[in-house]
């Protein structure tokens, strides 16, 4: 038996830290939601009992550093499966990018693993499941648009932003996400960003006041170890997006545009100087 999967690019509309846990993660609080740019994995059955990974991407890791592959030997030693599974990874979601392409994949895994060995797993456990790999893959395990606390891990469903166009452009350098919060100094944040306001405007359905609350903490980290990153974001807004972030740890930027008529510039003139553009739709926004 074979089946597919899809697994979604989460952006973050505010990312915040509140401080640092004594187990070394930081304590968050994020809204995030998911984009139409998704890599779409098949998983087939297989007589040995292995887990095989394979992807037309040249650049990923496709062994045990494989977040695929951590969920389904997760799944398989969890549920004493004695069954071997091949995993195709068709990569669209630019790898350490900052939207959560590895995490994604691992949720796809769980989902279509339960569902390629009927395990009948209830949602409520593929979350758990989910945090043991990361703490972006419980969020990708629901998808959907939600607050994310804890350390990202807690999820609360909250309204969907209002469609729009979004813009997402990858600059040609590589971030560590440890490394952006190692770097952070969470007591000396200068303005935090606001979940409750954030979650005011999507509740009201206001496009313009979801532009106006975009904020992210890791940025000035991340922008100050790249200036090409400042640029970008600053490009997307000369260029005419209503609101432009850094995604999570970066370097992706994103753009939110409202207008169709606007889009083909702004994805033009981004092409001018980064070579990874996409121009896509949110997944969850009201048609
Ligand atoms: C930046 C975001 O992508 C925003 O959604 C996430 O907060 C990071 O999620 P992720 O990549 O799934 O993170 P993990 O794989 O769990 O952790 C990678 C590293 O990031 C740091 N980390 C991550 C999450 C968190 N709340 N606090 C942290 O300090 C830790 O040093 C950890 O070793
Ligand atoms: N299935 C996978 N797809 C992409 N990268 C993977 C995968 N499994 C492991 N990796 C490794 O994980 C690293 C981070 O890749 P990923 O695309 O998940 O980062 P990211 O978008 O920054 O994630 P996040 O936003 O959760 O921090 C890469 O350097 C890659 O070697």
């Excluded at 691992?106 to 009948?120: K, M, Q």
């Excluded at 813009?167 to 960003?193: C, F, M, W």
Aim: contains cysteine.
């Amino acid at each position: 038996m074979k089946i597919y999967e899809k697994a979604p690019a989460k952006i973050n509309l505010m990312l915040d830290v509140l401080h640092k846990r004594p187990d070394g993660f930081h304590e968050v609080e994020m809204v995030m939601t998911m984009i139409d740019l998704a890599d779409r994995l098949e998983m087939s059955e297989q007589k040995r009992d292995t887990i095989i990974i394979t992807s037309q991407a040249g650049y990923i890791p496709l062994d045990e550093k494989n977040l695929a592959f951590q969920a389904a030997r997760l799944i398989k030693e969890r549920y004493d499966v004695r069954k071997g599974v091949h995993i195709h990874l068709d990569k669209k979601i630019p790898v350490a990018a900052g939207l959560a392409g590895g995490s994604s994949d691992a949720a796809a895994t769980l989902r279509g693993l339960n569902r390629l060995w009927g395990l009948n797993i209830p949602k409520e456990e593929l979350l758990k499941l989910g945090a043991e790999l990361g703490s972006d893959v419980p969020f990708c395990v629901s998808g959907g648009t939600a607050l994310a606390t804890g350390r990202g891990e807690v999820l609360k469903p909250i309204p969907s932003p209002p469609q729009c166009w979004v813009i997402v452009a990858k600059p040609p350098i590589n971030v560590s996400t440890a490394e952006v919060y190692g770097r952070l100094r969470s007591d000396q944040i200068q303005a935090h960003p606001s979940a409750e306001r954030m979650i005011g405007a999507l509740e009201q359905g206001s496009f313009h006041q979801m532009c106006k609350e975009l904020g992210n903490v890791l940025e000035e980290v991340t922008l100050k170890m790249h200036p090409e990153v400042q640029q970008l974001k600053e490009g997307m807004l000369k260029l005419g997006a209503d609101g432009a972030l850094m995604s999570g740890s970066g370097p992706t930027v994103f753009g939110l545009v409202s207008r169709e008529s606007k889009v083909a510039r702004i994805y033009n003139g981004l092409r001018g100087f980064c070579k990874e553009v996409y121009a896509v739709r949110l997944l969850t926004g009201n048609a």
